[in-house]
């Protein structure tokens, strides 16, 4: 049974850190291509990294390129999200998603599974 658990949300100030954990289980992490999404109140949901399998090519929204890290451990099958200088506008839901597949995609429609979520609150 395929199972993917974020973790590490929380409520922090701007220009903080938070690292979002994706524990995945009933699959084989480094077969698959895995991503993040997130959705605020109101808004649609945007993809905010992915990272492949095999090479671990990385891709990232450019509203969090050169502050968020995505990475994978596949010995602990799981996926990381380092989220640096955080800004209020990174307040949302962050899922990740399993793509089924090895390459990355941007569009949510493309992953099979999602975990719950785990909130990020960026506020003073």
């Known amino acids: 049974q395929v199972q993917l658990v974020e973790s590490g949300g929380g409520l922090v100030k701007p220009g903080g850190s938070l690292r979002l954990s994706c524990a995945a289980s009933?699959?084989?992490?480094?077969?698959?291509?895995i991503g993040w999404f997130r959705q605020a109140p109101g808004k649609e949901r945007e993809g905010v990294s992915c990272?492949?399998?095999?090479?671990?090519?990385?891709y990232y929204a450019d509203s969090v390129k050169g502050r968020f890290t995505i990475s994978r451990d596949n010995a602990k099958n799981t996926v990381y999200l380092q989220m640096n200088s955080l800004k209020p506008e990174d307040t949302a839901v962050y899922y990740c998603?399993?793509?089924?597949?090895?390459?990355?995609?941007?569009?949510?429609?493309?992953?099979?599974?999602w975990g719950q979520g785990t909130q990020v609150t960026v506020s003073s």
């Open positions: 009933g699959f084989t992490l480094d077969n698959n291509a």
């Open positions: 998603a399993l793509r089924g597949g090895y390459y990355c995609s941007g569009r949510g429609e493309d992953y099979l599974y």
């Open positions: 990272i492949s399998s095999g090479s671990g090519s990385t």
